[in-house]
């Protein structure tokens, strides 16, 4: 199966930047779901930005919209998330996840309707 190696984490000040990595064991060229994800102490696990493989535009949640980006290598060796103007509220725990294959865009709970791998996740802190 596919392992998913994260990077990038941090503890950082309101108003910086990280970049997260997402590196997978293998690598695959058929479509497929992408996302990232994040869980705070005491929350429930949020999807924070999503892409389809295929055709069509990345989903972003609101709250990270038009500061974070989420992108893939053109030789798909490294998903990234780029997070810009990080404030308190974006401190979590973020992970990374794809599925094996998908047929259609990345829409509702994509990570239960296919098979999906998981990375170990990376701690961002975000000081006010």
């Known amino acids: 199966q596919v392992q998913l190696t994260e990077s990038g984490g941090g503890s950082v000040q309101a108003g910086d930047s990280l970049r997260l990595s997402c590196r997978p064991s293998i690598l695959t060229y058929s479509r497929y779901c992408m996302g990232w994800f994040r869980q705070a102490p005491g929350k429930e696990r949020e999807e924070v930005a999503n892409k389809w493989t295929g055709y069509g535009g990345a989903y972003y949640h609101e709250s990270v919209k038009g500061r974070f980006k989420i992108s893939l290598d053109d030789d798909r060796s490294t998903l990234y998330l780029q997070m810009n103007d990080l404030k308190p509220e974006d401190t979590a725990t973020y992970f990374c996840?794809?599925?094996?294959?998908?047929?259609?865009?990345?829409?509702?709970?994509?990570?239960?309707?296919?098979?999906?791998?998981w990375g170990q996740g990376t701690q961002v802190a975000v000081a006010s």
């Open positions: 996840a794809r599925t094996q294959v998908a047929t259609s865009g990345c829409n509702g709970a994509w990570y239960e309707r296919w098979s999906t791998y």
